[in-house]
């Protein structure tokens, strides 16, 4: 028998279909700006740089939630369906949204993790198996995906292939926007030029580039940066690590010199805390997702600094 919450997503796809079945008007600024929806914030973000006034831009993931244990809405689903462009990463993320996304049929769905696969530029999982430190199977990040879907998270990513793509998307949703669009993106890349070189910049100082992130949505950064990810807190995202898992995280910190344990606000800080407290060291927070209203995440490459900060934080305690 069916969970309580998947019979109700299955009423509700059904409702969407019936609502299209029936003629049903759209929803939500029928007229006027096209409905853009991303499933997490710095997707939307992004959009928002290149057509932030002509578009009526929303995020499906709610703040304070994971992607990776994200369970849809009504409401949710009420966006969707008027949307016009969806943008959402890809490559087992966000795969709640993409079912959903079949029944926006008018839509445009662009998948940004396919864009950088494409582009020969993800990280396979397949040839990463010593960052797991055991128990690589749990890796839920597996389901379907090819490449770790984290790409956002790179800067020079998003400057070369994320942004440039949305930016054709949202051309092809606003006739006559063409040029507007291009000139905003060349803005935006400039932007993320700079915000790469001060990145760079603080992270390029002599000894240990080891960190223990709270799950494994850094590499790309970290390979960007010349960092190590050598451990993870939680091998699952959205499930307590095994006592097994734990006593291996606090012997690879106790190894690597690391001091800094990091949270995310979207997940339990339980296991980081206790792995923390093992070690004698702290608690700090990265964010991969940020959100609308959170002073200097909002924006992408604020939030990227954020990030960056936090890790420069981490890197100077064990040195
Ligand atoms: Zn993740």
Partial sequence: MARPWERLRRGLLLVVVLAFACGVTRPAAAAGEPVVVATIHPLTAIARELAGNWIDGHTLLPPGASPH????????MRTLAGASLIIAVGQGLDDWALQLARSAQRADVLLVGDEVAAAGLGIDFSGDEEHHHGEPAEDPHRHGGAIDPHVWLDPVLVRDVI???????LAAVLPGREAEIEANLRAFQEELSRLDADIARLLSFPGSKAFISYHSAWRYFARRYGLEEVATVAGFPGREPSARWVADVVRTAREHGVTVIFAEPQLSPKAAETIAREIGGRVLMMDPIGGPGLAGRERYSDLLRYNAGMLADALAAAR
């Fill in 69 to 76: 244990t994200f369970e849809p809405r009504p409401g949710q």
């Fill in 163 to 169: 942004a440039p793509a949305i930016a054709r998307r």
